[in-house]
């Protein structure tokens, strides 16, 4: 590589450049899983002296048996062969293999399709294969597992019976206390039922965002809970405290609001930056208040929620979870999002509304994807020109009707 290009090379051509070797390297990849079923169908030991294929690779490419084992089985998976005796044995994901020649398929994406269609009757593979691929067109292999999770369900509603078992004696014991630091301390013990359960949740919130995801596991674990407390918050179940739901109270100075500069006061003690309370202003409950210059309230006006039942119910509808590309958040995970901040004059209704979870919330206010409404009236996002220098408007096809192998 020369280095006065990695050096002198922008966001763009830098990731164009990584794009191309993924590309050269993932054609490679499969060209040489092609061959290596080949050797296996004509037999290794009779051209090379090998008793096995990853034994070749493995003396070949230097890597270890495990991983020549793991290269081989996909291969298979992907490329037709025959038996000794001749006969033909068809390739599990044949259309997949197709595909995986020109490059475009990564590794964890052909896992993902080939272990979908493994749980999937023979009679429906091909048309689910095809589905598959299609998806996998514009998103990455964990959406495409979330389809594939949805194809079978659709294949097998009643699913698997589930173990009637005893549920274990509860024994709980939380303790949440806040530092002078303003860090938040929480320590406990739970019974093994009720820690399966919390497990089970914050394992499906803390999942990886995709490949740009760097967080570490207590990372992605600490902002889980956060998620799982505002899953909790929204609950029109959730018991109330002196009259009314559980709610957080911000303040902050209009102009502070306005221009995104400066703090707000958290709580009783605790802030945040001006920058975070107009993320949280998107979709909140608003009571203006006038203070004095104590800081006393001079007078309160009527609270009012900023964006009305009937048009939360009609965005629900309308985009059906996260509208971020790729996303799959339902829409009891996410927030109404203003695409011109109400502070800003911007109106509350649909036309200026996408529904978005709380970490695609905040990449939008603070990155270079920007949101519009397209003429059919639907969420679109346009990436950052370092992602598609053109710019290339994306939706998230996951909450679109799904396609399905019957």
Known sequence: MDRNFAWQADAVALADRISTLLGVVRTAEAELGSLLVEIETRGVLELFGYRSVPHLLAQLADIPKSAAEKFLKRARTINSSRALDGTPIPAVAPATGAVAASGSLSNPMIDTIVETLTQIPPEHREEAEQSLLSFAEDSGHKQVAALGARIMAHLDPDGTAPEETE???????????????????????LDDETGTRASALLDSLAQRRGSEDHRSPAERYG????????????????PTQAGERAHLMVTIPLQNLTSGLGTALLGDTGTLSAAEARIHACDCKLIPAVLDSASAPLDLGRARR???????????????????PGCHRPPRHCQGHHI???????????????LMCAHHHRLLHRSGWEVRIAADGLPEFLPPV???KRRQPRRNNLHQPIPTAA
Do not use: V
């Open 386 to 388: 370092w992602l598609d």
């Open 223 to 238: 902002d889980a809970f956060s998620d799982a407390i505002d899953l909790a918050l929204n609950t029109p179940d959730l």
């Open 340 to 354: 011109r901040h109400w502070a800003d004059g911007g109106p509350t209704d649909l036309m200026n509304l996408a």
């Open 306 to 324: 900023l964006i009305p039942t009937s048009i939360r119910n009609a965005l629900y509808l309308r985009d059906r979870g996260c509208a971020f």
């Open 167 to 189: 549920p274990a004696t509860p024994h709980r014991e939380l303790s949440l206390r806040r530092k002078k630091t303003g860090i938040w301390e929480l320590t406990g013990h």
